[in-house]
């Protein structure tokens, strides 16, 4: 580009001095602030990312004692509390006037492998239970399992278990026991008893009465 | 040239400011896995198996049936996986929904089930856990958490599941 007029050209380079002069300092600011505002994001997502993950660094061992103390008590009293509200639950659900409990024990066992025991009152079925083989080994054991807890007016009332297995040589067996129950005022509790009757080779099925 | 450098400085920062705020929200917003619904039904090999029992394991729970052609896969690919990962402590729980439980063993036998083949007469268990379409796959957490339900598998779900799996073993 050729310039004719010096004048003009003098402007020319005048102003582009000018626009030099204010260009530069803009830019700077620009820079500066970006970088301000970059650094600021990057501090903000570290101390997010501290607060999420990093607590744990932070702290001293003793303060994991004192953390972990508390925890555990927490635990304890959340236990204590399920406890408390059960046993109210249970009261609550099944008063004492009314309430009736079906426990089942096994008793050696070798005539007979329990899968499962059905309660019939009074012509309706109001509990069938399937064992596992770590519930029959927990019976077998010495474990006693609630099968039924429910509500019964006083008066008589007929029972009836069904009891579901293998007898002898791997046989399907089935056997039933029943049993007029007298509900009085009080809780009443019947323990269904598996034992073997040695001298039949034959499995023996007891209902018991408790008060 | 400014603008040029503007732009990416802006989004980084833009970016780091999302993130920042994502990490917190996420935290807060994470809800727990639902419970897996307790059931015990009979096996074909005779026993009763109860699904609380199995609390401390990771449990791959399949429902199937013997007509469908997906399931065998599904089945085959569990039994698998209970060679690589039963001592890591993996349980497989097949839950047939057929009615002839007959039928149900053959096929289970015929995949090389080493597991469990249960059968769900009366479809209570499929009822609980809003069986929609087979098979289901459903991972259950050490906690007996129901951690994800895969549907009909192919090579990338597959790849998926194992790596659900491994995530829930090393829990």
């Known amino acids: 580009m050729s310039i004719d007029n010096p004048g003009i050209a003098t402007a020319m380079f005048a102003g582009r001095r000018r626009h030099r002069a204010v260009r530069p300092s803009t830019g700077r600011w620009r820079h500066w602030a970006c970088a301000v505002l970059t650094v600021a994001g990057l501090v903000l997502a570290a101390v997010a990312l501290a607060e999420s993950t990093a607590p744990a660094q932070a702290q001293t061992p003793a303060t994991f004692q004192g953390l ?46 329990l899968d499962s025991v059905k309660i019939v009152v009074d012509g309706k079925d109001v509990a069938n239970y399937l064992y596992t083989q770590r519930e029959a080994e927990a019976l077998l054991r010495g474990g006693v399992h609630r099968a039924w807890l429910g509500n019964l007016k006083p008066g008589k009332h007929e029972m009836t278990a ?39 080779l034959q499995p023996e099925f007891v209902v018991k009465e408790w008060e | 040239m400014h603008a040029n450098i503007l732009k990416p400085l802006a989004l980084v920062l833009v970016v780091t400011v999302l993130a920042a705020a994502g990490t917190g929200v996420h935290a807060d917003a994470a809800e727990p896995p639902p419970a897996a619904p307790d059931f015990v039904l009979k096996a074909t090999d005779g026993y009763n198996y109860r699904l609380s029992e199995y609390r401390g394991e990771v449990v791959a729970l399949v429902f199937w049936a013997s007509w469908c052609g997906a399931c065998r896969r599904e089945l ?40 469990p083949v249960l059968h769900d007469a009366a479809s209570n268990v499929s009822r609980a856990y809003a069986l929609e379409s087979l ?9 007996g958490r129901v951690r994800s339900a895969h549907g ?10 194992l790596g659900e799996l491994r995530t829930l073993l090393d829990e």
């Open chain 1, 68 to 113: 972990d103390a508390e925890v555990q008590a927490l635990k304890q009293e959340v236990v204590d509390l399920n406890r408390d509200l059960f046993m109210l639950e249970e009261e609550l659900l099944f008063p004492a006037n009314t309430q009736v409990a079906v426990f089942v024990s096994m008793d050696v066992g070798t005539f007979f492998a």
């Open chain 2, 76 to 115: 085959e690919r569990l039994s698998e996986l209970r060679g690589i990962y039963g001592d890591a402590g993996l349980q497989v729980l097949a839950v047939a929904v057929d009615e002839d439980a007959q039928a149900a063993a053959a096929v289970a036998r015929s995949t090389g089930a080493g597991y």
């Open chain 1, 162 to 200: 069904f009891f579901t297995g293998k007898g002898t040589h791997d046989r399907d067996y089935k056997r039933g026991a029943t049993l007029t129950i007298d509900k009085g005022v009080g809780a009443k509790y019947v323990e269904l008893r598996i034992s073997d009757r040695a001298s039949q």
């Open chain 2, 135 to 143: 098979p289901m796959t459903l991972l259950i957490d050490r906690a």
């Open chain 2, 152 to 161: 009909e598998l192919d090579a990338a779900g597959g790849r998926q599941l």
